[in-house]
């Protein structure tokens, strides 16, 4: 299995063991809703849209709060664990690795690291730490577009053909604050979790601070 699909299906594991009432790191969010916004992305071509043009948001949230009701929680971890229908786009070969490898590990890292007692990081195949890493460098501007500084991703216990750390610069200013982490937990801070991603800043501490305060999540 891919991890696409091993990260589907951990998720799903741990929708059921929480319920449908337990805390995400997405704000306002239960599992339930979480669960929810999901099967939209892959199988509501009305509703997720929304998604991706915020002038669209409230169809979607009207679209997950009638999948809530259409289906109880349980059905619905179900229906996601099966993945998306014949007719969706993310059903087409090599769609579920491109789209749902970081989607899924963000998710259930949303689930896991969420209330009173977050679960730590977890230690990933080497290959699927390369997979993030290289997914950074393609992504990496798009990610830190609303950055007001320069911001250096360096991934941690790399050496480089110069024999330094391996780096990314996701994007430029005067001022430089560098992330430290492996390419999961950098993934995860360039996501928008960067109060859950285990990483390391490096910079002025102002600045460190207004990149904390940058609302990255996409």
């Not at 080497?126 to 320069?150: I, N, S, T, Y």
């Not at 750390?165 to 390419?183: D, H, K, Q």
């Not at 109060?195 to 910079?203: D, I, P, Q, S, T």
């Amino acid at each position: 299995m891919t991890f696409a699909k091993t990260e589907r299906a951990a998720l799903c594991d741990l929708f059921d063991e929480a319920g449908p009432d337990a805390p995400t790191l997405c704000e306002g969010w239960s599992t339930h809703d979480l669960a929810a916004h999901l099967w939209i992305r892959e199988t509501d071509p009305l509703g997720a849209p929304g998604m991706l043009a915020k002038p669209l948001a409230g169809l979607t949230e009207r679209r997950m709060a009638e999948t809530k009701q259409r289906w109880e929680y349980g059905e619905l971890v179900d229906r996601l664990r099966h993945g998306p229908a014949r007719f969706s786009v993310f059903a087409l070969p090599g769609v579920d690795d491109a789209a749902n490898t970081t989607e899924f590990f963000i998710h259930h890292e949303d689930v896991r690291r969420a209330g009173a007692v977050p679960q730590p990081h977890r230690e990933l195949d080497a290959d699927v730490e390369e997979w993030m890493w290289r997914r950074l460098k393609l992504l990496g501007r798009a990610f830190f577009r609303r950055a007001p500084l320069g911001v250096v991703l360096e991934r941690a216990g790399s050496v480089g053909d110069d024999g330094e750390p391996e780096t990314i610069r996701a994007s430029t200013g005067a001022t430089i604050v560098t992330v430290v982490g492996v390419p999961s937990e950098l993934m995860l801070f360039a996501n928008g979790r960067t109060a859950a991603a285990e990483v390391k800043l490096v910079g002025e501490p102002a600045a460190i601070d207004l990149l904390n305060s940058t609302d990255l999540s996409v």
